[in-house]
């Protein structure tokens, strides 16, 4: 039996780094992969959208992390 993974549409900061975006619509979480930039990739999840989102993203956006195991 494959089970759900089941995580809060959380949102993110944005990067005047006071407010947050997407709060109940969207979760973006951060992969271990940096680039040239020392920006970090990202994976942003949506709910009333389809597809995954991948992208390289300023850290003052202060996404999510979750650690998850197999």
């Known amino acids: 039996m ?3 993974l089941k995580l809060p549409l959380s949102g993110f900061r944005d990067t005047d780094s006071t407010s ?3 709060r109940g619509f969207r979760i973006a979480l951060w992969s271990s ?3 040239i930039n020392d920006d970090q ?3 942003l999840f949506g709910s009333s959208t389809e597809g995954i989102w991948r992208s390289f993203w300023p850290k003052t956006y ?3 992390v979750r650690c ?3």
């Open 2 to 4: 494959v089970e759900k």
């Open 20 to 22: 947050y975006k997407h």
């Open 33 to 35: 992969t940096t680039d």
């Open 41 to 43: 990739t990202g994976r």
């Open 62 to 64: 202060a996404f999510n």
């Open 68 to 70: 998850i195991e197999d």
